[in-house]
């Protein structure tokens, strides 16, 4: 069972706003630690798509976004396209497992 | 190009070991870590550990201890990752990837190898 909990999926259609929650505990994003977000398109590696929360890497569209609060992140994608039919991943630190290498369970979104 | 070019697939008996290959190219190696991540089939992404390329000190995942190595040869770019012991449940696409250690936002992985799939049959 993964650290860091996300849904197992989300749907929305064309143009909808989605949000990806990822919860944690007082060990990692309650420890403010920071989150990150991967994008895996089907078949293909993962892809950073948010680093430090809220970060975008050069040529992620604007219409993706995170956010960090409490024991909690989201990711947020509004106007939802087709392409961005894929499984999203968040990654953080946990103190008490010692490391960065923890990863949520994966959320697939699903576009109507 | 700035990419991390991945050895092809491999077939191994449980009990056998396999060793993944992952070669840099467009940036030095001992510039960031390597970090290996794998993926079962239908599951999410397993963080395996992480090597510097630089001091060779690595980490790796609790689990994994004792099965798994990770190295680096500086003179061909290259990061390498061997597991022993191999079970039918190490069946996975096994990937690498550069491993940014930010003093602002922690670490986090910016450039992934397209992944090597590692099937365990008997």
């Known amino acids: 069972q993964a650290v860091l909990t996300q849904p197992p999926s989300v749907s929305g259609a064309p143009g909808q706003r989605v949000t990806i929650s990822c919860t944690g505990s007082s060990s990692n994003l309650g420890s403010a630690y920071d989150v990150h977000w991967y994008q895996q398109l089907p078949g293909t590696a993962p892809k950073l798509l948010i680093y430090g929360n809220n970060n975008r890497p050069s040529g992620v569209p604007d219409r993706f976004s995170g956010s960090r609060y409490g024991t909690a992140a989201s990711l947020a994608i509004t106007g939802l396209q087709a392409e961005d039919e894929a499984d999203y991943y968040c990654q953080s630190y946990d103190s008490s497992l010692g490391g960065w290498g923890i990863f949520g369970g994966g959320t697939k979104v699903t576009v109507l | 190009q700035v990419q991390l070019v991945q050895s092809g697939g491999e077939v191994k008996k449980p009990g056998a070991s396999v060793r993944v290959s992952c070669k840099a190219s467009?940036?030095?190696?001992?510039?960031?870590?390597i970090t290996w991540v794998r993926q079962a089939p239908g599951q999410g992404l397993e963080w395996m550990g992480w090597?510097?390329?630089?001091?060779?000190?690595?980490d790796y995942a609790q689990k994994l201890q004792g099965r798994v190595t990770m190295s680096t040869d500086t003179s061909t770019n290259t990061a390498y990752m061997e597991l022993r012991s191999l079970r039918s449940d190490d069946t996975a696409v096994y990937y690498c990837?550069?491993?940014?250690?930010?003093?602002?936002?922690?670490?986090?992985?910016?450039?992934w190898g397209r992944g090597t799939l590692v099937t365990v049959s008997s």
């Open positions: 990837a550069r491993k940014i250690d930010s003093s602002g936002y922690g670490w986090y992985f910016d450039l």
């Open positions: 467009g940036y030095q190696l001992t510039t960031y870590g």
């Open positions: 090597i510097s390329a630089y001091n060779g000190d690595t």
